[in-house]
C-alpha cells in the first residue's frame, strides 16, 4: 500500500505561481512513477505530468513550459511548480503513485486491458486561477 499526501494548493491570479507536493508513504519501493493529473467537474481526469523511477519526465502539451515536475528521493516527495497559471488551469489537482511494471507513463494501458489496479491516489487539493 501506497499513502499519499499533498498541499499547496490555493487561488492565484492569472501569471501567478503555485507548488504543489506530494509526500508517499508505505511501499515506496513499488512506486515505478509518480505523476499530477487535474480533474474539473465533467471531464475526465487527465494527466499533466509524470516523472518515472528512471527520471524521464512528461508533461500535457497543455502545459509544456509552464510546468515543471520534479522529486526529492529524500524525502519520498513529488513537487509540481507551476508558473503562468492560467484560468484554464483552474482543477483539482491528484497526485498518483504508480506500481505497474512497466507504469502506464511508458506503456499507456486501454481500456481493452480492463481496470487498472497499480494506482495510488492522493485526496485532491484545489487550483483556483482568478482574478
Known amino acids: 500500500q501506497v499513502q499519499l499526501v499533498e498541499s499547496g494548493g490555493g487561488l492565484v491570479q492569472p501569471g501567478g505561481s503555485l507548488r504543489l507536493s506530494c509526500a508517499a508513504s508505505?511501499?515506496?519501493?513499488?512506486?515505478?512513477?509518480m505523476g499530477w493529473y487535474r480533474q474539473v467537474p465533467g471531464k475526465q481526469r487527465e494527466l499533466v505530468a509524470g516523472i518515472t523511477s528512471g527520471g524521464r519526465t512528461f508533461y500535457a502539451d497543455s502545459v509544456k513550459g509552464r510546468f515543471t515536475i520534479s522529486r526529492d528521493d529524500a524525502k519520498n516527495t513529488v513537487y509540481l511548480q507551476m508558473n503562468s497559471l492560467k484560468p484554464d488551469d483552474t482543477a483539482v489537482y491528484y497526485c498518483?503513485?504508480?506500481?505497474?511494471?512497466?507504469?502506464?507513463?511508458?506503456?499507456?494501458?486501454?481500456?481493452?486491458?480492463?481496470?487498472?489496479?497499480?494506482?495510488?491516489w492522493g485526496q485532491g487539493t484545489q487550483v483556483t486561477v482568478s482574478s
Open positions: 508505505g511501499s515506496i519501493f513499488s512506486i515505478n512513477a
Open positions: 498518483n503513485a504508480d506500481t505497474g511494471v512497466p507504469p502506464r507513463l511508458l506503456e499507456p494501458w486501454g481500456p481493452e486491458k480492463g481496470p487498472y489496479e497499480y494506482d495510488y
